[in-house]
C-alpha cells in the first residue's frame, strides 16, 4: 500500500529524527550495509548541508567507524595501533588499512581467522613501526615480496609494486616462552623486550643480507627501505613469535 501523505511530506521537510539521534542510531548499530539501506529510503539523507558533509556521508561515516571499533575489539589490536591519520600528507595517505579487515568493516561483520593487513609507504613505514612497538606490537617476520600464493600466477609477484612483507605478533611479557615454531629444531628460549629490541637493531642487516644470499644481484636499500623505527625508538623483533 502507498505510505500516508503525511510521512512523505515531513520526509521532504527534514529528517524523522534530530540528526544527532541518526548519527548515534547509526554508530549503535556498527552496521554499514544497514545504514546505506537506511540513506536510500529518503532524498533529505542527500540533500545539501549548509555545512560539512551530506547527512547520508557523516552516518556512513559513524557505522564504519563503529564497525572498525568492533573488528579490532575482536582482533585484540589497539585503535591507536593503527591510527594512521597523523601519517596523511598533501599526496595522500602515508599508511592504510587493507585487506579482509576493510571488507569486514564495511560488511559490519567479524570473522574468526583473520588479521591486520596495513599498506604503507617507505616514507611512513618507520612511523608505522614505531606505533606497533608503542602499542605492543613485535616484529616477526620478513619476506621479501608480496605475493597470493592462492592464484597460482608467478607474474603477479613478478609484477608487484610492494618492496616488501613485513609479519607483526603480539608482544608476550617478559620471560614467557613463545610456542615451538612447526619446522623448527630449536627449543624456543624466554621472551625478553630488551632483547627483542637488540634483535631489531640488526633486523636491516639480516633481512638484505639473506635477501642477496638469494638473489643473482646486489639488493641495495635506500634510506627510507632500512627496516627500523623512528630515529631514537626501538624496534622489536623476534623471529620465534
Not at 603477479?156 to 608476550?172: D, I, M, N, R
Amino acid at each position: 500500500q502507498p505510505r500516508p501523505r503525511v510521512i512523505i511530506s515531513a520526509s521532504l521537510v527534514g529528517p524523522p529524527l534530530p540528526e544527532s539521534c541518526l548519527r548515534s542510531v547509526a554508530s549503535f548499530s556498527g552496521n554499514p550495509p544497514g545504514i546505506y539501506s537506511l540513506c536510500l529510503s529518503s532524498k533529505v539523507f542527500h540533500m545539501p548541508q549548509p555545512h560539512g558533509p551530506l547527512l547520508a556521508t557523516k552516518l556512513l561515516r559513524e557505522a564504519l567507524k563503529s564497525s572498525l571499533h568492533r573488528v579490532l575489539k575482536h582482533l585484540e589490536v589497539p585503535a591507536a595501533a593503527v591510527g594512521f591519520a597523523d601519517l596523511t600528507s598533501p599526496t595522500g595517505p602515508g599508511a592504510v588499512l587493507s585487506g579482509s579487515t576493510m571488507v569486514q568493516v564495511v560488511l559490519g561483520e567479524v570473522w574468526k581467522a583473520a588479521d591486520i593487513d596495513i599498506f604503507c609507504t617507505a616514507a611512513a613505514a618507520r612511523a608505522v613501526r614505531s606505533k606497533l612497538v608503542q602499542n605492543g606490537f613485535t616484529l616477526a617476520r620478513m619476506h621479501n615480496n608480496y605475493s597470493d600464493a592462492g592464484n597460482g600466477m608467478l607474474a603477479y609477484s613478478l609484477e608487484s609494486k610492494v618492496h616488501h612483507v613485513e609479519g607483526w605478533a603480539t608482544t608476550p611479557p617478559d620471560g614467557e616462552i613463545p610456542d615451538p615454531l612447526e619446522g623448527w629444531a630449536d627449543e624456543p628460549r624466554p621472551f625478553k623486550f630488551a632483547t627483542a629490541c637488540t634483535y631489531g637493531e640488526t633486523a636491516s642487516s639480516y633481512f638484505y643480507g639473506s635477501l642477496n644470499e638469494l638473489a643473482p644481484f646486489s639488493c641495495r636499500k635506500t634510506a627510507d627501505q632500512v627496516i627500523a623505527a623512528l630515529p631514537g625508538e626501538p624496534l622489536s623483533y623476534n623471529y620465534q613469535l
